[in-house]
């Protein structure tokens, strides 16, 4: 079954915007935190941001500043808005349970180039 769906992803040049959507189910969703990932080939995959159910965020260091997670608990979403992108955020984004992981979805690819 499939749980978690990621999606937005795009190219962009350097210095722009994109907005990123995770739908999981429902059980996922109201256990507590969530968060995003992100992975280069060959590479461990990274983890992002955390929200947790009431709205507490936490980012890695490469992107605070820049990016802002948010959720919405209604619609079962989390968002991830990305401001000022940089070649080295290119990778593919994934969301997740960070509590328990789940199995990943396929991710969306996100790169930043000229």
């Known amino acids: 079954q499939v749980q978690l769906v990621e999606s937005g992803g795009g190219l962009v040049q350097p210095g722009g915007s994109l907005t990123l959507s995770c739908v999981a189910s429902g059980s996922i969703f109201s256990s507590g935190p969530m968060a995003w990932y992100r992975q280069v080939e060959g590479l461990e995959r990274e983890l992002v941001a955390v929200?947790?159910?009431?709205?507490?965020?936490n980012y890695a260091n490469s992107v605070k500043g820049r990016f802002t997670v948010s959720r919405d608990n209604a619609k079962n979403t989390m968002y991830l808005q990305m401001n000022s992108l940089k070649p080295d955020d290119t990778a593919i984004y994934y969301c997740n349970a960070p509590w328990s992981i789940r199995t990943w979805g396929q991710g969306t690819q996100v790169t930043v180039s000229s």
């Open positions: 929200i947790t159910s009431e709205g507490s965020t």
